[in-house]
């Protein structure tokens, strides 16, 4: 199952609303991550199922979408939200993972 | 606290080997499956390979071909990663991770800080 995630590259300021899809390649109801990643550091787990919210993360950060498309969502944006963020499908855990190939969000 | 620490990662010739570990603490680590992820320089995320707490299933993603061996050792909390027959295209940097699960389903919660594979003569 390939994941396609769109931009690949979004500019941005503080302060603004961001969204960011996904599109799987066949349908994989709710079995979608969110993760951010900034340079240097481990990826980190921002949303399962879709919609639940980590433990932890801000409330600005939300997930909605089941079958072939999701969204990830920032509310608004604060400077520590600059980072690389991906989608990751594990429709088939633990086998055939896949992640999109990222979103950088940078300031405008 | 939850904390997965890899180690063994560095330079190897193409052809060559290496063993990766991940040492895991702060949770029953035989309660858990486990995967690695890797990085190339400057590019997105990939699943290498997962295991199961018991090792009763063992799953690698499919552009491995067979190089590839992932095992855990439960009674000393460590998993391992086997790189056979490397390639330049293997050079990444490794990441073991723990899967979390939910309903039918499972998403991975913590992360090693990630260990560095270079291929290269």
């Known amino acids: 199952i390939q994941l396609t995630q769109s931009p690949s590259f979004l500019s941005a300021s503080v302060g603004d609303r961001v969204t960011i899809t996904c599109r799987a390649s066949?349908?994989?109801?709710?079995?979608l991550a969110w993760y951010q990643q900034k340079p240097g550091k481990a990826p980190k787990l921002l949303i399962y199922?879709?919609?639940t919210l980590q433990s932890g993360v801000p409330s600005r950060f939300s997930g909605s979408g089941s079958g072939t498309t999701f969204t990830l969502t920032i509310s608004s944006l604060q400077p520590e939200d600059f980072a690389t963020y991906y989608c990751q499908q594990l429709s088939s855990y633990p086998r055939g993972i896949t992640f999109g190939q990222g979103t950088r969000l940078e300031i405008k | 606290e939850v904390q997965l620490v890899e180690s063994g990662g560095g330079l190897v010739k193409p052809g060559g080997s290496l063993r990766l570990s991940c040492a895991a603490s702060?949770?029953?680590?035989?309660?858990?499956?486990m995967s690695w992820v890797r990085q190339a320089p400057g590019k997105g995320l990939e699943w290498v390979s997962s295991v199961s707490g018991s090792s009763g299933y063992i799953y690698y993603a499919d552009s491995l071909k067979g190089r590839f061996t992932i095992s855990r050792d439960n009674a000393k909390n460590s998993l391992y990663l086997q790189m056979n027959s490397l390639r330049g295209e293997d050079t990444a940097v490794y990441y073991c991770?723990?899967?979390?699960?939910?309903?039918?389903?499972?998403?991975?919660?913590?992360w090693g800080q990630g260990t560095l594979v270079t291929v290269s003569s």
């Open positions: 702060g949770f029953i680590f035989s309660s858990y499956t």
């Open positions: 991770a723990r899967f979390d699960y939910y309903d039918n389903g499972a998403y991975n919660d913590y």
């Open positions: 199922a879709a919609s």
């Open positions: 066949q349908g994989i109801s709710s079995y």
